[in-house]
């Protein structure tokens, strides 16, 4: 249970302002934060057109249940398709916040070999340098997302693989996120890209393929010039 402790003292500060004195009083208070989980996953998966199911939640305070006391917010179109948040909020009985979140993606379940869903950046890619040849492996495993928004027409939460946004740490703002479409050949061809954080988008994209026997991603994204990102990618 996590407890914080909250501490009032009165200082005797009157004893040198006005030459009169005043006793010290110390209150201390313990507040129960909330456990507040979600059922379910972090991310669920939605077909266009269809109907989310919240799968629920469990909240309690100092082992009393409180679920009833969480409120949900957060927009959701499950007849358009896009990634959507969902914030569950519950406060303790001093006010205290507790706070969870929840993705969903409404995705076009138009058939296609490209499953829509989380996938994994290998810790084997790498970045090189172009100007000198220079390449550093990603080192550990990042997730991205990858969704269907029209047939053939995919969104990519992060073409850097994570490189900036979970292995550097600089956050969300800094991932790539991309639009593909996936060829008849399985070839993907770059659409568009975007970075909230610096405010451009990948320079080039080669080697762009996708393996349906081993639901494998090649790509190598190409940024301002100087970096090209050799990921392989694979689904969860």
Known sequence: MKRIYK??????????????????????????????????????????GGT??????????????????????GTLNTNVAGLYKLTYKVNNSDGFPTIATRQVVV??????????????????????????????????DFEILIYQLSPGRFYVSDLFGGWYAQRAGYGAAYEMNSEVKLNADNTFDLVKSHNAGWGDGMSDFYDASYDPATATISWAPEYVGSYIFYQTITKQ
Do not use: H, Q
Request: aromatic fraction near 10%.
């Open 107 to 140: 995705a076009d379940a138009t058939p296609s070999p490209l499953v829509s869903g989380l996938y994994t950046v290998t810790g084997s890619s790498y970045r090189k340098v172009i100007s000198t040849g220079v390449t550093v492996a990603y080192g550990r």
């Open 52 to 73: 989310y199911n919240e799968p629920g939640w469990e909240a309690s305070e100092n082992g009393e249940d409180i679920s009833d006391a969480v409120i949900v917010s």
């Open 7 to 48: 501490y009032s003292l009165l200082m005797l500060s009157a004893m040198f302002l006005f030459s009169c004195e005043k006793e010290t009083e110390d209150i201390s208070k313990i507040t129960y934060y909330c456990d507040l989980t979600l059922k379910g996953n972090a991310t669920e998966l939605v077909p266009l």
